[in-house]
């Protein structure tokens, strides 16, 4: 019986569990993550004109996702940021299954806004399947390239560091949902143009986010433990 209770004390206090539990502000920091990935989720078949070009209204919020994670990775490490992903994919599935079954339901016959709804909503859990794939893809690779320039940086170049590994990031993230998403609901060129319009444009506002960005990471800093380790590439290793 004492070396249970051994072991659960020395799991409660090592190192990895006492940093987790001693950080004051990852719990708000992963609710605003997983807040921006979902209000995205929504936004995603609004088609919306930015100056004379069209983007998904998701591109707005999605974009500024990449840098949120990318503050939560520099103040909190690879470890946490990796399982935050997961934990944001269960919370995305959760949601559109829910969304999905509350529109499955037979509405009254008064009822008038049924089809308008189903169009907004009734491809969530279709954007969720397909934003999985790249978001797992993008999401792990931008932790994965901010942290280890961290490490070999020393902390250093923060604002570069987080444009370069978002830029590369939501390519990869941009073509691979866009085309799930769209594919058979427009033609395939202009899912092409939407595509590349909207990468574009999300490296042009990653010039503009990584300052505020930048600054938050400056501020929690300050007040947080500084986590600086080399990370794993591996996705399911939390502990390095």
Same mark, same amino acid.
């Given at each position: 019986?004492?070396?249970?209770?051994?072991?659960?004390?020395?799991?409660?206090?090592?190192?990895?569990?006492?940093?987790?539990?001693?950080?004051?502000?990852?719990?708000?920091?992963?609710?605003?993550?997983?807040?921006?990935?979902?209000?995205?989720?929504?936004?995603?078949?609004?088609?919306?004109?930015?100056?004379?070009?069209?983007?998904?209204?998701?591109?707005?919020?999605?974009?500024?996702?990449?840098?949120?994670?990318?503050?939560?990775?520099? @103040?909190?490490?690879?470890? %946490?940021?990796? *399982?935050?992903?997961?934990?944001? +994919? /269960?919370?995305?599935?959760?949601?559109? #299954?829910?969304?999905?079954?509350?529109?499955?339901?037979?509405?009254?016959?008064?009822?008038?806004?049924?089809?308008?709804?189903?169009?907004?909503?009734?491809?969530?859990?279709?954007?969720?399947?397909?934003?999985?794939?790249?978001?797992?893809?993008?999401?792990?690779?931008?932790?994965?390239?901010?942290?280890?320039?961290?490490?070999?940086?020393?902390?250093?170049?923060?604002?570069?560091?987080?444009?370069?590994?978002?830029?590369?990031?939501?390519?990869?993230?941009?073509?691979?949902?866009?085309?799930?998403?769209?594919?058979?609901?427009?033609?395939?060129?202009?899912?092409?143009? @939407?595509?590349?319009?909207? %990468?574009?444009? *999300?490296?042009?506002?990653?010039? +503009? /986010?990584?300052?505020?960005?930048?600054? #938050?990471?400056?501020?929690?800093?300050?007040?947080?433990?500084?986590?600086?380790?080399?990370?794993?590439?591996?996705?399911?290793?939390?502990?390095?």
């Amino acid at each position: 019986m004492a070396t249970i209770i051994n072991e659960v004390e020395n799991h409660i206090l090592s190192k990895d569990t006492f940093r987790e539990h001693s950080f004051k502000y990852v719990r708000v920091m992963a609710m605003i993550y997983i807040t921006l990935l979902l209000a995205s989720t929504v936004a995603a078949y609004r088609i919306v004109i930015i100056g004379p070009v069209p983007e998904p209204g998701s591109t707005l919020i999605y974009t500024f996702s990449f840098f949120w994670a990318n503050i939560f990775a520099e @103040v909190y490490g690879p470890n %946490l940021s990796k *399982k935050l992903i997961w934990e944001s +994919i /269960a919370c995305g599935y959760l949601f559109a #299954i829910l969304i999905t079954v509350i529109n499955l339901l037979p509405a009254p016959s008064y009822w008038n806004n049924t089809d308008a709804y189903d169009q907004v909503l009734g491809h969530i859990l279709r954007f969720t399947n397909a934003g999985v794939i790249g978001f797992l893809i993008s999401a792990f690779l931008n932790v994965y390239l901010l942290t280890k320039w961290k490490f070999k940086f020393h902390g250093k170049l923060f604002w570069l560091r987080s444009l370069i590994a978002a830029s590369i990031s939501e390519g990869a993230a941009t073509f691979v949902t866009g085309f799930i998403t769209f594919f058979g609901m427009m033609p395939n060129k202009h899912i092409l143009f @939407v595509m590349t319009s909207a %990468l574009v444009f *999300k490296i042009l506002y990653g010039f +503009i /986010a990584v300052w505020p960005a930048s600054f #938050i990471a400056f501020l929690l800093k300050k007040k947080e433990i500084d986590v600086c380790i080399n990370p794993s590439i591996n996705p399911f290793k939390f502990r390095e």
